[in-house]
Nanobody, 115 residues
């Protein structure tokens, strides 16, 4: 079965950095488009970044362009999100996601940006 597990979240000061990871199993990771979403308290889940199967095609939400970088390692079936210049408005639970037969989500990892 498809499993996605995020890690790397935590508490960071404004301007700081975090690197999120998502380990994947149960499907052919290397041929699937992968996405990072986030959901802040009281808000809808929003798409943050996406990456094509080969790791070349990447897209970002306007709010994170130039600060976040999505990447993947198809050898170890892991998706990454490098987050720099973090802002308080980046505070959210971050989820990785894949669509195979349906949309799958990990349990999420909390990112809190606060001084």
């Amino acid at each position: 079965q498809v499993q996605l597990v995020e890690s790397g979240g935590g508490l960071v000061q404004p301007g700081g950095s975090l690197r999120l990871s998502c380990t994947a199993s149960g499907f052919a990771f290397s041929i699937h488009f992968m996405k990072w979403y986030r959901q802040a308290p009281g808000k809808e889940r929003e798409l943050v970044a996406s990456i094509g199967s080969g790791g070349i095609s990447k897209n970002y939400a306007d709010s994170v362009k130039g600060r976040f970088t999505i990447s993947r390692d198809n050898v170890i079936n892991t998706l990454y999100l490098q987050m720099n210049s973090l802002r308080p408005e980046d505070t959210a639970v971050y989820y990785c996601s894949v669509y195979t037969s349906r949309q799958y989500w990990g349990p999420g990892t909390q990112v809190t940006v606060s001084s």
